[in-house]
């Protein structure tokens, strides 16, 4: 079946930016989300990228997708410390509308 | 429109005994969505219902597992005869889809569930 994987931790200085990464093995998909969920809380949908896009840029978010090698990756610029949360990748596979979501990267944020 | 809400946030019960959470999708939204999430671990789909329709449900939802949309609106999940292993975040998505190829789900706050 779908398996997407993610590094479990990213620890960044606070105004540095933050990369998460994400590899994904069905190639199927039309597009992939970014996910964020805080303590406590449910997903909060940060962005998503259609699988005909290298790039996608909002505010500062910045999406990578590189298809050949099946990689995602999460760009924040001068993160803050209300960036600290998990950061789930999720790849809606084989014409399913059903996310498989990874196990998410744990940003911590420090001064 | 406050997004969707579920209820109760938590629930703590003893193991065996039957439990039950409601989830109020956004309105008009004709897609909703169940997920389990357990420490350290992303979402993961039981079942998802189009309108007061069920149409797939993953292996993960075992015969203790029900859930109902009666009138295409809200949603409950039940878990009869529980187990220590059912403790976890349940989480409840909407999303519209009109057939096309782009549909974004909206999660709740989840319902945080414990058995002792």
């Known amino acids: 079946g779908e398996d997407v994987e993610q590094s479990l931790f990213l620890s960044v200085r606070e105004g540095d930016s933050s990369v998460i990464n994400c590899t994904y093995t069905d190639s199927s998909s039309t597009y992939l989300y970014w996910y964020k969920q805080e303590p406590g809380a449910g997903l909060q949908l940060l962005t998503y990228i259609f699988s005909n896009m290298d790039m996608k840029q909002d505010q500062r978010l910045t999406v990578l997708l590189n298809k050949k090698d099946k990689h995602l990756s999460l760009r924040i610029a001068d993160t803050q410390t209300g960036d600290s949360a998990i950061y789930f990748c999720a790849d809606p596979s084989g014409g399913s509308y059903i996310p498989t979501f990874g196990r998410g990267t744990s940003l911590i944020v420090h001064p | 429109d406050t997004g969707v809400s579920q209820n109760p946030r938590h629930k703590i019960t003893k193991r065996g005994q039957n439990v039950t959470f409601r989830c109020d999708p956004i309105?008009?939204?004709?897609?909703l969505y169940w997920y389990r999430q357990t420490l350290g671990q992303g979402p993961e789909f039981l079942t998802y219902?189009?309108?007061?329709?069920?149409?797939?449900k993953s292996r993960l939802l075992s015969d203790r597992f029900s859930a109902e949309r009666p009138k295409g609106s809200f949603s409950t999940l039940e878990i009869q005869r529980t187990e220590q292993g059912d403790s976890a975040m349940y989480l409840c998505?909407?999303?519209?889809?009109?057939?096309?190829?782009?549909?974004?789900?909206?999660f709740g706050p989840g319902t945080r569930l414990l058995v002792l």
């Open positions: 219902f189009q309108n007061e329709a069920q149409l797939e």
């Open positions: 998505a909407s999303s519209f889809s009109s057939g096309g190829e782009q549909e974004t789900q909206y």
């Open positions: 309105s008009e939204h004709n897609r």
